[in-house]
């Protein structure tokens, strides 16, 4: 019989042990499983065979605003995939999500994993959005910018910019945040702006940027753009050349963007030197009922 259940402390070893070479370039459990462990808004799992064997894992969280669950870390072990355990895991996650209030479920998934997105598919998850993710080296600096940072008084312009702008609905109107995405609403626009993270073109605007100065998980100093929204290239070109500038001088670590996968900005990124590139698929199901 197999028993899913909250993950125990001692529980950490034996599913790290499975958790080494899940992918190409690693996998990052071990960076997250004492955050996930101790998280308060969510749940780590694991899922235990008959002979009292871990086999597998995965956690959920509910999104700050209560309506979305987050899914996400799911890990079989090799021995013991095609035997419906993920499909179970995710069941339970959805449980959970409903008993917390949630109506709707989110997960991302890499545009190579096709295994996952099958399994997300079979599961009646759908595709609202494809992201970009680019960790850039360098990019040209010291070009002219008349981008800035957005004060309270630009709030009712940026949020009107957004309710015409097509990536923002082409988006799934979401931001990223330690590798989950948020819902971008007004309030989320309104926190934003009072921790001056929002960066926008002048007058009128027509092109907006999130940062986030403080990383994720282990990493905190990292520059991250967490949402890009352009109308032209030259808009782009200024809110780039604005946030490149905080990163040379804010001494950052590396430079991360993840956005919205537009034709218009990922041909201007040909201009940075790329570190890592990866696609992402934002998977969502609204919970019937
Ligand atoms: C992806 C993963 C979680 C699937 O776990 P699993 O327990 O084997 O999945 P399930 O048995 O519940 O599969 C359910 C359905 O998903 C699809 N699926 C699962 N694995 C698949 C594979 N390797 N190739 C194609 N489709 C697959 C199938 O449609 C399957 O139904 P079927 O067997 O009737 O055809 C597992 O392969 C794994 O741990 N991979 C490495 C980590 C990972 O990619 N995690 C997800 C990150 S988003």
Known sequence: MITIRPAKKLDKDEILSF???TFSWGDYINRVWDYWYAEKNGQLFVVESDGKKKIAMSHVAICPEGKVVWLE???VHPDHRRSYIATMLLTKMLEFGRRKGAREASAIVDATNFASQSMMEKNGFRVVS????YNALSTPRDQESNARIANVDDIDD?????QQSKIYCLSGKRYVKSWRWYMFDRRALLNFVKEERVIVTSLPIDGIAIINKHGYWDRTNILQIVYLDIASVSSLHHLVSFIMNLYLDGKFDSLQLVCYNSKQVTSFIDKFVIKEEEQ??????????
């Open 280 to 289: 992402f698929l934002l998977y969502n199901k609204q919970f019937t009922s």
């Open 130 to 133: 494809r992201w970009m993710y």
């Open 73 to 75: 870390g799911i890990r």
């Open 19 to 21: 958790c080494i070479n």
């Open 158 to 162: 940026i949020w009107q910019y957004l």
